[in-house]
C-alpha cells in the first residue's frame, strides 16, 4: 500500500481545532493541490474563497450554526462559478447559456473534486477537516455575504485546522455494496439494515439517530427552497 493510500484510507471529518494559524505557504500548497484536480474541458468552474478573519467566521456561524466554523484556522468556502465561463463566452459569441442541470453538474464536480484535492493536501499536512454541506441550506444569505455575483452559488465550505479531537475511521458500506461488475446490482433492505448496525456499533452512545432514519430525513421531505430560489437569482436555473 502506498503513503497515498494509507492518506486517503485514514481520512476521518474534524469538527474541532486548537488554536493554532495554518502558516500562509502551507495554505499555499493546499490551495495549489486542489487547483491541480481534474476538471471538465479544463474550465475549471470553480472559486474558493479563503476566510482568516474570526468576525467573518462568527457572521457565517451565525448563518449555519456549525462549531466547526468558528474554531477552524482558516475556512475555505467552495462556489461553482460560471461567472467567468460568461466573461470567455463574451468574447465569441452573444449568447450564453449556462442554466440547468448540466451546468450545475459542471461546475458542482468540479468544485468537489478541488475540495478532495484540498482536503487531502491538508491531512497530508497534519491538518484536519470537515466538508460542510449545510452553507447550501443559507445559499441566498451565503451568496450576500460573501458577495458571490451571477453565475455562482456555494457548493460546500470545509473547516480545516489542526486537529484536536482523536477517533476511529468511520465504516464505510462493504465495497462489493457500492461497486458492481459489469452491470447495476440493485440490493434489498437488508443490506440497508445491516449497514444501520454497523454504524450503531461505531457511534455507540453518540448515536441518535440510525442511518437510514439520517436518509429519510434528507430525502423524505421536499428540498430546502433557499437553493433553488438563489440558483433562479443568479441565473442558472
Do not use: C
Amino acid at each position: 500500500m502506498t503513503e497515498t493510500i494509507k492518506l486517503m484510507k485514514a481520512h476521518k471529518s474534524v469538527r474541532r481545532f486548537k488554536e493554532q494559524v495554518i502558516p500562509q505557504e502551507d495554505l499555499t500548497e493546499i490551495l495549489t493541490a486542489a487547483q491541480m484536480a481534474s476538471s471538465w474541458k479544463n474550465f475549471q468552474s470553480y472559486s474558493v474563497i479563503v476566510v482568516r478573519s474570526q468576525e467573518k467566521k462568527d457572521a457565517l456561524y451565525e448563518l449555519v450554526p456549525q462549531e466547526a466554523i468558528r474554531q477552524s484556522a482558516v475556512f475555505l468556502l467552495f462556489v461553482g462559478d460560471l461567472n467567468r465561463a460568461e466573461k470567455g463566452a463574451q468574447l465569441h459569441t452573444d449568447t450564453f447559456q449556462p442554466q440547468g442541470v448540466e451546468g450545475l453538474l459542471i461546475s458542482s464536480v468540479d468544485a468537489a473534486l478541488a475540495g478532495q484535492n484540498a482536503l487531502l493536501a491538508a491531512e497530508s499536512l497534519g491538518y484536519g477537516g470537515v466538508i460542510i454541506g449545510l452553507v447550501r441550506y443559507k445559499s441566498e444569505e451565503v451568496s450576500e455575504l460573501f458577495n458571490l455575483p451571477d453565475y455562482t452559488y456555494p457548493v460546500f465550505g470545509m473547516a480545516l485546522g489542526l486537529p484536536n479531537e482523536e477517533h476511529e475511521v468511520k465504516p464505510r458500506l462493504p465495497l462489493n455494496q457500492v461497486v458492481f461488475e459489469e452491470e447495476y446490482q440493485e440490493q434489498t433492505v437488508d443490506v440497508i439494515e445491516a449497514y444501520d448496525r454497523v454504524q450503531a456499533d461505531y457511534a455507540g452512545a453518540r448515536a441518535t439517530t440510525s442511518w437510514s432514519q439520517r436518509l429519510a430525513e434528507q430525502f423524505g421531505q421536499a428540498e430546502p427552497s433557499s437553493t433553488r430560489k438563489n440558483l433562479e437569482q443568479k441565473k442558472l436555473l
